[in-house]
Nanobody, 127 residues
Framework: QRPVVESGGGLVQAGGSLRLSCQVS????????MGWFRQTPGKEREGVSC????????YYADSVKGRFTISRDNAKKMVYLQMNSLKPEDTAIYYC????????????????????WGQGTQVTVSS
């Protein structure tokens, strides 16, 4: 069983919306910050948004502020990313994982040895 399973991606026109979901298993979920990260071919994975374990604090990359909203349900071990006003530059594979050092405020990609990446979910935004 994969520790994380992402879903909800798809093809959408610019200006449209998608809601990504991440089901987590095999960890004490409510003690971890969680984040959404994205990657496009030839580029490094980058932090998009992160949320603290108790949902009280969030972080958003400048490129998505005001358009994306992260949330979580600790009882269901789920993390969500509501994406509105999508742009072609949002096209990427999106992954969820705990941020490096469990720090939501910096929302850094887990270190290179992190081995619990899910398969991700593809988001494609057409112009």
């Amino acid at each position: 069983q994969r520790p994380v399973v992402e879903s909800g991606g798809g093809l959408v026109q610019a200006g449209g919306s998608l809601r990504l979901s991440c089901q987590v298993s095999g960890m004490t979920f409510d003690t971890y910050s969680m984040g959404w990260f994205r990657q496009t071919p030839g580029k490094e994975r980058e932090g998009v948004s992160c949320i603290s374990a108790n949902s009280r604090s969030t972080y958003y990359a400048d490129s998505v502020k005001g358009r994306f909203t992260i949330s979580r349900d600790n009882a269901k071990k789920m993390v969500y990313l509501q994406m509105n006003s999508l742009k072609p530059e949002d096209t990427a594979i999106y992954y969820c994982a705990p941020p490096r050092y469990n720090e939501y405020g910096t929302c850094r990609v887990p270190p290179g040895g992190y081995k619990y990446w899910g398969q991700g979910t593809q988001v494609t935004v057409s112009s």
